[in-house]
């Protein structure tokens, strides 16, 4: 007899433009000594060609090549969102407020201290960043969309720190919370369901962004692990995104669109872009920037 076809689970749909929303990719415009310094017009360009519909930097109020990368990137519909200080550090709250106000078709979210846990941290790493975090919501609430800070996914006690900013109340000064998750060189999925609960417990259920993540292509390099290939890059880029929006995760920035190491370093190969000098005309795109070129 025929057999009847087994039934397809059910799935919601989701129109494709909204993935496409939800894909970022950090740079580093405010890094005048970086493979950006001078390059502002080019590291555009590769954003645009890329398909990103926002960046990410630490917002530099004196950098005039940030400056000059945000208004370019507006005009192709790229917007930024932009982290405020440094950990630990004096932060003029006013200063940054004011800028992003006057400037405010550039700016899509702004975002708390990037990794304030990272290590060795002091005693009252969470009592600071909670306080930096409301300095933040008293300067900007209801401007732009708020996000928390984002713990540093390999610490060990990244667990309790989560905790200690819940205890702290940290949910109150921010709209989304934020998370980092690199799948160390493993399946885009590795880790990301447990970092996820953590960050959602953390900020009573609100929704959230993960504003880091990606892979190292320093296969060979002297330092470092967890490196893939340039193949397998390509492959597990697009997957991340899409397993990023299968999760429900609001928006996702790639780590990160250029390399920052010529010589092949681990901690300087993380782009989607390679870079052997500063010199525009050596850079050459990896297969992932295409693959998810193709994808967006």
């Known amino acids: 007899e025929a057999q009847l076809p087994t039934p397809l ?10 993935l496409a929303d939800t894909f970022g990719v950090n740079t580093h415009f ?7 310094g001078g390059n502002v017009t080019q590291a555009v360009d590769l954003v645009n060609r ?10 530099a109020l004196k950098m005039a090549g940030q400056r000059q990368a945000f208004t370019a990137l507006a005009g192709l519909g790229v917007g930024a969102h932009v ?22 078709p550039l700016f899509t979210s702004v975002g708390g201290v990037n990794e304030p846990n990272n290590s060795p941290k002091p ?7 909670v306080a930096h975090q409301k300095g933040i919501w008293d300067s900007l ?22 905790a200690e900013l819940k205890t702290l109340g940290i949910s109150r000064y921010l709209d989304f919370g934020d998370f980092h998750r690199y799948p160390m060189g493993d399946v885009p999925t590795n880790g990301l369901a447990e970092r996820q609960a953590m960050a959602s ?11 880091e993540g990606g892979y190292n292509t320093s296969v060979g390099a002297t330092t470092g692990g ?22 429900g995760i609001e928006r996702f920035f790639i780590y990160e669109l250029i390399d920052q190491d010529t010589g092949g370093a681990w901690p300087g190969n993380w782009g989607l872009v390679k870079a052997p000098s500063n010199d525009p005309a050596t850079w050459q795109v990896k297969l992932a920037f295409s693959a998810l070129a193709t994808l967006i």
Request: aromatic share 10%; charged share 20%; with cysteine.
């Open 9 to 18: 689970d059910e799935h919601t749909c989701h129109p494709g433009d909204r």
């Open 30 to 36: 405010a890094w005048n000594s970086s493979v950006y």
């Open 50 to 59: 890329l398909g990103a519909r926002h960046v990410r930097e630490r917002l």
């Open 83 to 104: 982290t405020i200080g440094v950990f630990n550090q004096p932060t003029d709250f006013a200063a940054h407020a004011a800028y992003v106000k006057a400037n405010l």
């Open 123 to 129: 005693a009252n790493w969470a009592a600071v960043t």
């Open 141 to 162: 609430n209801g401007v732009l969309p708020i996000v928390g800070p984002a713990l540093k996914d390999r610490e060990a006690t990244l667990a309790n720190d989560f």
């Open 201 to 211: 417990a953390t900020v009573a259920g609100k929704p959230l962004y993960a504003t």
């Open 226 to 247: 967890n490196a893939v290939t340039e193949a397998e890059q390509a492959i597990y880029a697009p997957r991340h995104l899409l397993e990023m929006f299968a999760a």
